[in-house]
């Protein structure tokens, strides 16, 4: 009930920092708790399906919590996991992928360990909300679910210059006559300072105002005179009453039209309205990961890159004999994408960009190239529309690489492509924002393409052959790493060397034989009660020994009715 005081142990934390504890059938959710803390919570507000309270003591804390490096982390949004070892966080990051495809899609897939780097100060983009605060303007990072300001002198997750900009940028506004605008009443100027960094430190700022002023030369003139760094200051003029941060306007006021960063060994140039990847150094790791996921059967392939921004997936991933064409909605993205293409010595008859919506990007990609063999995808949080979907599998590609930053619709879409045949079969996340809840991951869906051989002994040959259900139990070892849903095995009998074909039905996990014996319902899997009478997991160690089965996992595979070959 409303206002008791609980005592709970924490078994979970969500993508929003809240640990989850359960107690008498009922599930509460606590913010700034970490698996393994044991509590004393106040209970603010029950609902049918799960309550929220609030962490008043830590009985004992858990071994994955740390103090955190940030005065503001409480009452700012920003990070939910800043109070949570590292190594933890990525932890959790790969869990939040797997619950994902287990609950969303009913997918067995393997999601990779989480891959990371450069957790602080890793951010190169900013956008600070401005406000008045007694008659003086102020920034800071909107407090959670809310547009109060929660103001700071430095942040962990990024440059210490960003709020050094932002500060000064508040004093000039102050000096000059133009004041923050107001949500509430729409008066004031100033409404987000937008900055964003390359790896040489140079900044492109744009201040979004409400309307144009003759000081905001003067305010321009005065920030980059005392900090050189920023290379050029743009204006967006954003007249609308919502909370969407950007206007339709924008111009560049002084300096620098856009800012050129380094990624792949390739050169990028980026406007303030366009997307770019805020973590560089991870940004670099998971482009090479599409890249490798991106490899072709042939010598020359033609790749369309949906949601491409700046162009700068697609040409990290395109050989210069590639084929590539990219779709965008956002004009200035992509006319950064064409300048992109030259800078990188693409071949202008080897490259279309196109502005439009993803779902036209099959047929302007076939117009000009032909039908798409490799797309890549790299939707925003909301995933891909089931138009787009369906262009793509009509395209019927090898290869889609789907980059997502939201598991749940990534999991969602992946079951609509299972449905027409295409599969993954491992997910890696990428953590490209360390210390708040958000994970990037990388999939390649293909068609049932993929061949792998089995031999057999005559028994289950005939028991394969003549179509009855059944199960095959193997060693996940490196030759079947890369099994998955819709693949075709070709068996062969030991005895005669009689071959036939069928394809993987549904692929279960596990670690052990003993594990797999134990989660799998083998009766239902085509297993005879007769044959499970005697049969032990211990049995499968004569094959597999239990290191073996410890380094690689065991896998049992469900089959589709065989074909003749
Ligand atoms: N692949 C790029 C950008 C990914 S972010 C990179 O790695 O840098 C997603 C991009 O999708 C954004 O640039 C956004 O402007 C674009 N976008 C959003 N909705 C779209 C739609 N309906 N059709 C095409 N592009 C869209």
Do not use: W
């Not at 306007?249 to 140039?269: A, N, P, Q, V």
Request: charged share 25%; aromatic share 8%; glycine share 6%.
């Amino acid at each position: 009930m409303k206002n008791d005081i609980v005592t709970l142990e924490i078994t979970d934390v969500t993508p929003e920092g809240y640990g989850i504890g359960r107690l008498d059938g009922k599930v509460y959710f606590v913010a700034d708790t970490v698996t393994g803390d044991i509590c004393s919570c106040l209970v603010l507000k029950e609902l049918k399906s799960h309550s929220f309270a609030k962490l008043i003591e830590i009985i004992k804390p858990s071994e994955h919590r740390i103090t955190p490096n940030c005065t503001v982390c409480r009452q700012c949004g920003g990070c939910a996991y800043r109070h949570i070892s590292y190594e933890y966080e990525l932890e959790l990051k790969r869990n939040t992928v797997k619950q994902a495809f287990a609950r969303i899609a009913k997918l067995d897939i393997a999601v990779n360990p989480t891959v990371s780097d450069n957790p602080e100060h890793y951010r190169n983009k900013v956008q600070y909300p401005f406000a008045q605060n007694n008659g003086y303007a102020t920034f800071g990072y909107y407090a959670k679910r809310s547009h109060r300001i929660v103001e700071h002198k430095s942040c962990p997750l990024q440059d210490k210059i960003f709020s050094d900009i932002a500060a000064y940028t508040a004093e000039l506004a102050d000096r000059l006559s133009l004041p923050a605008y107001d949500e509430e009443s729409g008066k004031g100027v100033i409404r987000h300072a937008v900055m964003r960094k390359n790896r040489k430190n140079q900044i492109l700022l744009c201040l979004v105002v409400a309307k144009k002023h003759r000081n905001l030369s003067l305010l321009a003139e005065a920030l980059t005179a005392k900090f050189p760094a920023i290379i050029g200051v743009h204006i967006n003029v954003n007249t609308r009453r919502d909370n969407v941060i950007f206007g339709d306007e924008t111009y560049r006021l002084l300096g620098s039209e856009t800012l050129t960063d380094m990624l792949c060994g390739k050169t990028f140039e980026i406007s303030p309205r366009a997307f770019y990847q805020v973590n560089a150094v991870m940004a670099e790791k998971l482009y090479s990961h599409a890249a490798s996921l991106a490899k072709r059967d042939c010598e020359s392939a033609v790749i369309l890159d949906l949601y491409c921004g700046a162009g700068t997936i697609g040409i990290c991933v395109a050989g210069k004999e590639d084929k590539l064409c990219g779709v965008e909605i956002i004009d200035a993205a992509i006319e950064n994408a064409r300048t992109n293409a030259l800078l990188n010595q693409r071949n202008e008859k080897n490259t279309l960009f196109v502005c439009g919506d993803a779902s036209v990007g099959v047929e302007e990609c076939r117009k000009k190239f032909g039908k798409p063999n490799i797309i890549i995808v790299d939707p925003p949080r909301k995933g891909l529309d089931k138009t787009v979907i369906e262009t793509v599998v009509k395209a019927s590609p090898e290869r889609i690489v789907y980059i997502s930053c939201d598991p749940a619709t990534l999991a969602r879409d992946c079951a609509v492509f299972a449905e027409s045949g295409y599969f993954a079969s491992e997910a890696t996340p990428f953590d490209l924002f360390p210390r708040t809840g958000h994970v990037e991951t990388v999939v390649c869906l293909s068609k049932e393409g993929e061949i792998h051989t089995m031999k057999l002994d005559r028994s289950p040959f005939e028991k394969i052959k003549s179509g009855q259900k059944t199960i095959e139990l193997r060693l996940l070892d490196e030759k079947r790493r890369s099994i998955k849903e819709g693949d075709v095995i070709i068996f062969t009998d030991n005895s005669n060397g009689e071959r036939l074909k069928a394809t993987v039905k549904k692929l279960h996990r596990f670690e052990s034989f003993e594990q797999l014996y134990k989660s799998l319902p083998l009766l239902k899997c085509g297993y005879t009660a007769e044959e499970l009478g005697s049969a032990h997991h211990s049995d499968m160690e004569k094959y597999y020994s239990a290191e073996e089965q410890k380094k690689h996992g065991v896998i049992g595979i469900e089959l589709f009715p065989p074909k003749r070959t």
